[in-house]
């Protein structure tokens, strides 16, 4: 049975009347030869049926689908985290995965951007923790790129689709974590300022200080990049302080990993002298010494779901919400302790 008039049949739609998953049927549709014959009749026969036609009018059989995933930084660990969650979810939908850092200067000019998309036949774009211009949006969405951004540093327009993790909750558990130890000197070693994921963690951190009736210290609340060197130097400028704090929430755990460096090199001990919580819960948490505690956003789900998300978007389907949310969770390791009473000076 054909779409209602004014209805154009989705790839969903397909898959749910051949009774088949939807990257099953989008194997199908590219002719992935990897599923069974008597599952490729049935959503071909759906396929006739329906009318479905892809949005872009029907695809060589032969080739797949292609889409593009663009980082900021290619070789950080949750970089890594996110293209392994992308790729596998591509894998499952027989969807080719392009990965490129964000171009700049003048290959990250709207027009020149989205046309080499197009040229190169992308249908999709994934793009992590980079600023998007509203002129670089507004092309994609002109050359009929289809767009979802990953913990984005800024969003254009608010119709832009973007996947990110309960960075507020996450802010607040880590700081209710070091109140529950004694710990009422809490500094934060936060993210870019324009960075909304960066922002969100800041406002759980001075929700749950107001909720414990803590007063917020603003000479306790430092921004940096996502990273190990600014790790570094606002662990050392909070610990160089009259006053030093006995705990620090880091925004990442590259971040968290620096301010226990700069403790080491002023001859404190974690958590004996500083109790110190990351947020990510990539590989370098578990490699730290001590291992880290963190707040643990799901960065390969993230990944899948974007990819999902972009698919669903490539076949003209409504989307119930343009931000998707995945849970927070607060992982105890050893870089957390009771304040021992030698942390302030």
């Given at each position: 049975m054909r779409a209602g008039a004014g209805q154009r049949t989705t790839l969903a739609m397909v898959a749910e009347a051949a009774g088949v998953s939807l990257p099953t049927a989008s194997k199908v549709l590219n002719g992935r030869g990897d599923v069974a014959a008597a599952t490729r009749g049935r959503v071909e026969k759906a396929v006739r049926e329906l009318g479905y036609v892809p949005v872009s009018g029907r695809r060589n059989t032969n080739q797949n689908r292609i889409v593009d995933l663009v980082f900021d930084d290619l070789v950080s660990p949750y970089s890594l985290e996110?293209?392994?969650?992308?790729?596998?979810?591509?894998?499952?939908?027989?969807?080719?995965?392009?990965?490129?850092?964000?171009?700049?200067?003048?290959?990250?000019?709207?027009?020149?951007?989205?046309?080499?998309?197009?040229?190169?036949?992308?249908?999709?774009?994934?793009?992590?923790?980079?600023?998007?211009?509203?002129?670089?949006?507004?092309?994609?969405?002109?050359?009929?790129?289809?767009?979802?951004?990953?913990?984005?540093?800024?969003?254009?327009?608010?119709?832009?689709?973007?996947?990110?993790?309960?960075?507020?909750?996450?802010?607040?558990?880590?700081?209710?974590?070091?109140?529950?130890?004694?710990?009422?000197?809490?500094?934060?070693?936060?993210?870019?300022?324009?960075?909304?994921?960066?922002?969100?963690?800041?406002?759980?951190?001075?929700?749950?200080?107001?909720?414990?009736?803590?007063?917020?210290?603003?000479?306790?609340?430092?921004h940096g990049a996502f990273g190990y060197?600014?790790?570094?130097?606002?662990?050392?400028?909070?610990?160089?302080?009259?006053?030093?704090?006995?705990?620090?929430?880091?925004?990442?755990?590259?971040?968290?990993?620096?301010?226990?460096?700069?403790?080491?090199?002023?001859?404190?001990?974690?958590?004996?002298?500083?109790?110190?919580?990351?947020?990510?819960?990539?590989?370098?948490?578990?490699?730290?010494t001590p291992a880290l505690t963190v707040v643990r956003q799901p960065l390969p789900d993230m990944g899948r779901v974007a990819l999902r998300t972009l698919l669903r978007l490539i076949d003209g389907e409504s989307l119930d919400s343009h931000h998707v949310e995945l849970a927070t969770k607060l992982v105890v390791r050893d870089s957390t302790a009771a304040i021992s009473g030698q942390g302030e000076r």
């Open positions: 996110v293209l392994r969650g992308v790729t596998q979810a591509g894998a499952e939908a027989g969807v080719d995965v392009v990965v490129s850092r964000a171009p700049t200067g003048k290959a990250a000019e709207a027009a020149n951007w989205a046309g080499k998309l197009k040229t190169g036949g992308r249908e999709g774009l994934i793009v992590v923790t980079s600023e998007l211009s509203l002129e670089q949006v507004e092309a994609f969405a002109r050359a009929g790129i289809a767009l979802v951004v990953i913990d984005p540093l800024n969003l254009p327009r608010v119709e832009v689709t973007s996947v990110g993790a309960t960075n507020w909750s996450g802010g607040l558990t880590a700081t209710e974590h070091l109140l529950s130890l004694g710990h009422q000197r809490i500094a934060f070693a936060g993210g870019p300022r324009q960075a909304s994921c960066a922002r969100a963690r800041l406002h759980g951190y001075r929700a749950a200080l107001e909720k414990a009736g803590t007063a917020a210290d603003d000479s306790l609340v430092l060197p600014d790790g570094l130097e606002m662990g050392g400028r909070l610990l160089d302080l009259p006053k030093r704090p006995t705990a620090v929430f880091a925004a990442s755990d590259a971040t968290a990993v620096g301010v226990m460096e700069a403790a080491r090199r002023r001859g404190l001990r974690v958590p004996q002298d500083l109790s110190v919580v990351g947020f990510d819960d990539t590989i370098l948490a578990t490699l730290a």
